[in-house]
Structures are given as C-alpha cells and as structure tokens.
C-alpha cells in the first residue's frame, strides 16, 4: 500500500484536494473535523493507496464532498472557519513527496483580495467623481450659473 500522488489548493470558504489515481475503485473517504482519511485501489496495477492527513485547520466534515472521476477523486474540504488562509494542507511542516501544490487553481486570495478592494474603491472613487459639477469642463464658454438645467424648464405639451 502506498500514497495516492495529490495536489491541493485554498479558497476562502474550502480547501480542495485533488488525488491523481486513474480507474479507481473501492474508493473511500473520511472527514473528520481535523482529518481526512482517503483509500482506494486504482491505477493499471491495481494499487492500493491509503493517505491519511492531519488537516491545518478543522474543517465541517458534514458540508465537506468527494467526487470519483475517471482520473482523479477530487474532495472538497468546507473550511470551519471561512475566510482565513491556509498556508499549506498538512498540521505539520513537514514535506510530503506525494502532495503538492495545483498552481494551475492557486489564488493568493488574501493579498489578491486587498488588491482587489483598493482597485474597487479608486474606481468606485472614480465613478462618483465624474459627472461632479466642480469636474465639468466648460463648454463654449458656457456659465452654468446663468444656464437652466433641462430638469427645471417645462416641457410643452406635444398632441
């Protein structure tokens, strides 16, 4: 029995975790609050893989899934406590030879999210601003204090 090959990502309200194990079969997992529990037997040699991980963080395992796919069994992990980053999957520092990380799906959210804000609020600065009557240019040597705003005059009546 040996580790099924994994790659993980974060997200801000679940972790997930992908184990690379093509045509598999007896595939079985468990979530607990700080634990996954996954086996199963797959592969062209019929290879038993167990891996068993101490999670970072706990996670709901009522609200956490699993899907079986031809190539891989994806497992979504719902986070206990959303919106708080996992730096990586495991409890412990240590490196796991078959656990990496998806940069195809990793999202450096928490710093990506303040960028994010900022850009929103300059543009939402930006939006408010605009049309501002202190921004407006004048246009051929209008005064706007002499004019009448299109509002204020009556439209006359059309049959």
């Known amino acids: 029995m040996q580790p099924a090959t994994a790659k993980w990502y974060d997200r ?11 045509d598999s079969k007896d595939v079985r ?5 700080t634990k996954l529990d996954f086996s199963c037997v797959g592969g062209t ?7 068993e991980v101490e999670l970072f963080e706990s996670i709901d395992p009522n609200d956490s899934k699993h899907k079986r796919t031809d ?6 992990l719902r986070k206990a406590e959303s919106g708080k980053s996992w730096p990586r999957l ?9 656990l990496s ?18 850009s929103f609020d300059r543009f939402s600065e930006m ?33």
Do not use: Y
Not at 90 to 98: F, P, Q, S, V, Y
């Open 12 to 22: 801000r309200e679940a972790v997930f975790i992908e184990f690379c194990i093509e």
């Open 29 to 33: 997992v468990q979530f607990n609050k």
């Open 45 to 51: 040699d019929n290879m038993k893989h167990h891996n």
């Open 71 to 76: 190539r891989s069994v994806f497992c979504c």
């Open 90 to 98: 495991t409890k412990e520092k240590a490196k796991l030879n078959w």
């Open 101 to 118: 990380v998806d940069f195809n799906n990793w999202k450096d959210w928490e710093d990506d999210s303040d960028e994010e804000l900022s």
């Open 127 to 159: 939006m408010n601003n605009m049309g501002g009557e202190d921004d407006l240019p004048d246009v051929d040597g209008a005064d706007d204090e002499e004019s009448v705003d299109s509002d204020d005059e009556k439209m006359p009546d059309l049959e």
